[in-house]
């Protein structure tokens, strides 16, 4: 079983829609918790982190579950703008110690 | 203030070749890692450096190597390069100080491997 697994899409969507990503991590000591959103190309850039209760960025919701081992992202009233690639990444530790472990990303289309 | 910076942008090797990737921390960073992206892969840590020793290693061969200086700078050394080798090297600086604990990610090297 992989760490950290996610649906791989492409999820090819409309402008406004609201679209949900998944994702799974093996290790129940995992301590922290992001998601990253990476441009073609381009370095990872930190979207936000994800916490037990719950967490919103504007239009972007993060929610944890650690008994279930699940993590999603929420995005709504999507734009052009949110076409990227979304990793999910899962640290063994908190703060900066450990290492980060991806998921393999899920690649996000908006359409006009 | 400058992020974190990595040289050079693109490489191009032979198999079998040596090559030595570096990168400099964002200001107030003290901890360097490094992570191979392969395509269509998530990024893969390879090691991370702090106070010039290597505190945590991935599942990485010893081809892969490291340094990390006083100035916190770091480098990445690979011999004898594989075709498989070719991918994007990120390095990633942090601190354990301080509220949020982010990475901050430079933009890579692009290496070859022909």
């Known amino acids: 079983r992989k760490e950290v697994e996610q649906d791989p899409g492409p999820f090819n969507v409309p402008e406004g829609a609201t679209v949900a990503f998944n994702c799974t991590y093996s290790?129940?000591?995992?301590?922290?918790f992001f998601w990253y959103r990476q441009d073609c190309r381009k370095e990872p850039k930190l979207l936000m982190s994800?916490?037990?209760s719950g967490n919103e960025d504007g239009r972007f919701t993060a929610q944890l579950n650690r008994a279930s081992q699940y993590i999603s992202l929420l995005i709504r009233d999507s734009k052009l703008s949110d076409s990227a690639t979304y990793l999910c990444v899962v640290n063994l530790y908190g703060g900066s110690q450990g290492n980060l472990i991806f998921g393999k990303g899920t690649k996000l289309s908006v359409k006009p | 203030d400058a992020g974190v910076t990595q040289s050079p942008t693109h490489l191009i090797k032979t198999r079998g070749q040596q090559v030595t990737l570096r990168c400099s921390p964002k200001?107030?960073?003290?901890?360097v890692s490094w992570y191979q992206q392969a395509l269509g892969q998530g990024p893969q840590f390879i090691f991370q450096y702090y106070e010039e020793e290597e505190r945590q290693r991935g599942n990485f061969p010893d081809r892969f190597s490291g340094h990390q200086f006083p100035n916190y700078s770091s480098e990445l050394n690979v011999n004898a390069l594989l075709l498989g080798d070719s991918a994007l090297y990120l390095c990633a600086s942090s601190t354990g100080t301080g509220v949020h604990y982010g990475y901050t990610f430079g933009s890579g090297t692009r290496l070859t491997v022909v």
């Open positions: 290790n129940s000591a995992s301590q922290s």
């Open positions: 200001s107030g960073h003290d901890t």
């Open positions: 994800v916490y037990s």
